[in-house]
């Protein structure tokens, strides 16, 4: 029977050699994991960055509609203007202008947040076409 052969004894040098590379290989695999989980936050906090963004903008669009529509002097306004803008008085057509005015920057503050990537084409369609 062969007997075991007995280790041979690492030196001072090359166990701080065998050290140091063990080392480097954790500290490597360290920030790779690092890495790996910082840009899954990041992603993540974009979603929700994007989410709050659509939100901000949909509320935007609900509080002007809500306000035409509890108001029945203003959906009145709306309708009649619709039909016939020349025929209303003075101050009803600076009422109905204001009134554009604010869906044209409501409108503008969508198309600048699509044009920071903060909304999707996909997500404002419908006020796209509502605004159209």
Known sequence: MAAN???V???AGLKAVVFF????VMSGLGVLFTIVYASI????NTRALRASTFQQVVNSFAAISFEIARDRELAELYLRAGKDFAALGELDRARYSLMLLSFLR???NVFFQSELHMLESRQ???IRESVA
Do not use: I, V, Y
């Open 5 to 7: 052969p007995k280790p």
């Open 21 to 24: 590379f063990t080392w480097m």
């Open 124 to 126: 404002w369609s419908g």
């Open 9 to 11: 004894p690492l030196d």
């Open 106 to 108: 409501r409108a503008e």
């Open 41 to 44: 936050q990041l992603r993540n």
